[in-house]
Nanobody
Framework: VQLQASGGGLVQAGGSLRVSCVAS????????MGWFRQAPGKEREIVAA???????YYRDSVKGRFTISRDNAKNTVHLQMNSLKPEGTAVYFC???????????????????WGQGTQVTVSS
């Protein structure tokens, strides 16, 4: 499975961006998908995740501002980010877990496949 992330960029605080991740190989519709981010000098953290049947999860700091969605017909997962804050500046990674259970996976060790990351910079 290969994951290709895109859509990052530079945006002013309060603005919006959508990052997307296209998967190739494997059976995308059966995977749990996650978006993680890593800021300079900080550990990687989960931002949002979605189960194979579309149940979402958000970390508290992005609830109400970010939306994760998946399009199984296009093997794609999106993360719509609104009202962005400077602390959202990081490299954003998409990841896939071979898991078709009902739980949302928030531990990065559960994700087998990772994309290359896309930079999101939020200026103040």
């Amino acid at each position: 499975v290969q994951l290709q992330a895109s859509g990052g960029g530079l945006v002013q605080a309060g603005g919006s961006l959508r990052v997307s991740c296209v998967a190739s190989g494997g059976t995308f519709s059966t995977y749990s998908m996650g978006w993680f981010r890593q800021a300079p000098g900080k550990e990687r953290e989960i931002v949002a995740a979605i189960t194979w049947i579309g149940r979402p999860y958000y970390r508290d700091s992005v609830k109400g501002r970010f939306t994760i969605s998946r399009d199984n017909a296009k093997n794609t997962v999106h993360l719509q980010m609104n009202s962005l804050k400077p602390e959202g500046t990081a490299v954003y990674f998409c990841a896939a877990a071979v898991y078709s259970g009902g739980y949302v996976l928030t531990d990065d060790s559960r994700y087998r496949y990772w994309g290359q990351g896309t930079q999101v910079t939020v200026s103040s």
